[in-house]
């Protein structure tokens, strides 16, 4: 069953830059997709930027979130999002990682 990892950072009404989104895409996204990784996205409203992503299995998501490289990919998006006045870690607000109950796509699951 798939797994889809949610991420909320709280934005403080602070604006999120298209750089800020650029970087999240160019680091994790990028490299996520090429280990394993489903599909993904980067939401946001008034309040906090919410990224999703979608993985075959838990050990998939982990190998990539453990891994070495994702400190690289943290300290990316960090500065970029630091630099807008958006803190991480101090504005994370929720990280859940689950089983995909449902979910319905073109031409089924």
Known sequence: MP???YWAVKTGGNEVTEDMVNVWKENFLDYAMQNGCLRGALVADDERIIAVSMWPDMETMEAVVEGDHYSVIGDAVSASWGAGGI????DIEFVCNGD???MMVPGGM
């Not at 803190?87 to 101090?90: A, E, G, V």
Request: glycine share 0%.
């Open 100 to 102: 995909v109950l449902a």
């Open 3 to 5: 797994i889809a990892r």
């Open 87 to 90: 803190h991480i870690p101090d």
